[in-house]
């Protein structure tokens, strides 16, 4: 990785800065995020081919407003500003930016005016997606104006002698509609980026060095059976063989018969040569979660209690160097450790990890990664497809489906509500049409009548949502025959439910799990 070519995304605080990463990436051209307190130093010392400067929810002439050293444009790299970032740009450099006459929000027509290498075959005429109460009233001096819309006179500036370009809106949002072709003509045409940012390579580099750190260690991965989990095991099996040993953790809050299927195919009759363990701590997960109901509470608990399992079969193995996990990028970001972001949430091999680790180092390999680059890296290790493509599940699991406190039986409500659920949209022909689907129990107890009784049960929520990164996510519009003919199992078929509700809030406000 530091042979590779990249462009670095300093982040003012917006909500669509994993997004940007995320677009670069899909030119072929690698991408990290970083604090815009990381200092100048540092920055030149990665030596990258272009920076971004994203959005953020101030006013840059507030008092206290994130801002970045004047330096930072005169390095002779290129950089473009997306909005805040055009914003500080601007006032930096010596424009006027002020509270916008009129508020820009959505979709809106911009006006491409000049001849940029910004909008290459783009059209005079665009739709792009603005979000800003203030505005640029005078660019900087040396900048040409180069689009703008019906309310706003500068949507996008440029010095082309120094390499600097400024837009209002958002490019790397899907409801711009070039705006994947706008960041493409930044990397790899002012900046001049090869695109050599491959999957093949990403695995091939990742094992050699993971070999190279490991050197004759021992090495313990964390095992869920998911994607990310999954992904990572074949690929330090890959590198280490017979030195890894892989735990699987069955803490009674998995989907159901999950434990048996992750057995069958990681276990000693699976298709992988891996030293496999199998602890069953479903109880012992059961005690320690008694009477919390606090979401973050119970990551941390879980995460905890993972970590606790694993040093104790760790000893058993003999001395163990390295813990291996399935964290991605996502993860990094949301636990608030990849830039300006507030935290979302701890996952458990992120934010949830406890103070203390019995283990000599922590070895991350799919951390620089979003979802889609995880399942593109699993086909490219050759894992099955119908693994690498299985439905996402969190760390904490059916821990975060239950609202409030978790019990045996509040978990097994949930698994028999999930698995007919997700038999009913196999069975309808959407499992692949959905990003990702399932069945939570809310804290919600509601009246009922069934058989001519009165009842007092659960409500169970269906939760389906399409997405492309994972990062925003919209509710999937499932056939309403089909949601009727789900509800109707599950009231019939769960003890203990006697409503059941569907979730159409989209990603954000929410998160696409309950807690």
């Not at 990463?21 to 200092?39: F, G, P, Q």
């Not at 914003?87 to 911009?110: D, H, I, S």
């Not at 190279?212 to 313990?220: A, M, Y």
């Amino acid at each position: 990785m530091m042979n590779q070519e990249k462009v670095i995304v300093i982040d003012f605080g917006g909500q669509y800065n994993q997004l940007v990463a995320r677009r670069v990436r899909e030119c072929n051209v690698y991408c990290e995020i970083y604090s815009y307190r990381t200092d100048i130093e540092q920055i030149k010392e990665m030596n990258p081919k272009g920076i971004i400067l994203t959005g953020g929810p101030n006013s840059c002439y507030g008092e206290g407003a994130p801002s970045y050293s004047k330096e930072l444009f005169e390095l002779g790299i290129p950089i473009l500003g997306l909005c805040y970032g055009a914003q500080l740009m601007m006032l930096l450099l010596g424009g006027n930016v002020e509270k916008a006459p009129v508020r820009e929000y959505g979709k809106t027509e911009v006006l491409v005016d000049a001849q940029s290498p910004l909008f290459e075959n783009v059209p005079k005429s665009t739709i792009c997606w603005m979000s800003h109460f203030d505005y640029i009233s005078k660019a900087a001096d040396g900048f040409s104006v180069t689009a703008h819309t019906a309310d706003c006179p500068v949507a996008a500036a440029e010095n082309r002698e120094k390499n600097l370009y400024a837009v209002q809106f958002h490019p790397e949002v899907l409801h711009t509609q070039e705006g994947t072709k706008i960041l493409s003509n930044f990397v790899r045409g002012v900046c001049g980026c090869a695109g050599t940012w491959r999957m093949d390579s990403f695995v091939e580099n990742s094992i050699q060095s993971i070999r190279e750190r490991v050197g004759k260690g021992k090495v313990l991965c964390a095992l869920s059976g998911g994607v990310d989990s999954s992904v990572a095991a074949v690929m330090l099996s890959k590198a280490i063989g017979s030195q890894l040993t892989c735990v699987f953790v069955d803490h009674g809050l998995l989907r159901k018969n999950e434990g048996d299927e992750v057995e069958e195919v990681f276990g000693p009759n699976g298709a992988y040569e891996l030293n496999f363990i199998r602890v069953n701590a479903q109880q012992r997960f059961y005690d320690k979660l008694s009477g919390v109901s606090e979401p973050e509470r119970k990551r941390k608990i879980i995460g905890e209690e993972f970590i606790r399992v694993f040093e104790e079969e760790a000893k058993k193995i003999g001395k163990v160097d390295f813990l291996v996990q399935g964290t991605i990028y996502p993860d990094v970001v949301e636990s608030g450790l990849g830039g300006e972001s507030a935290v979302i949430k701890s996952h458990h091999n992120v934010g949830g990890l406890p103070d203390y680790v019995d283990f000599k180092e922590i070895i991350e390999p799919l951390r620089d990664l979003f979802k889609d680059e995880v399942r593109k890296a699993g086909l490219e290790l050759g894992i099955p497809e119908h693994l690498v493509f299985r439905q996402p599940f969190p760390g904490p699991g059916l821990g975060i489906r239950i609202i409030g406190e978790v019990t045996a039986e509040k978990v097994r409500i949930v698994q028999d509500a999930d698995a007919i659920y997700r038999e009913e949209i196999a069975n309808a022909g959407l499992n692949k049409a959905i990003g990702q689907y399932f069945a939570a129990l809310t804290n919600m107890r509601s009246v009922g009548v069934m058989g001519d009784e009165r009842t007092y049960d659960y409500a169970v929520a269906l939760r389906a949502v399409n997405t492309i990164d994972f990062m925003t996510a919209e509710a999937a519009e499932i056939p309403f025959d089909v949601l009727q003919k789900v509800m109707g199992r599950i009231i019939n078929e769960v003890k203990g439910v006697n409503r059941v509700m569907y979730d159409l809030t989209s990603k954000p406000p929410g998160t696409i799990e309950f807690e």
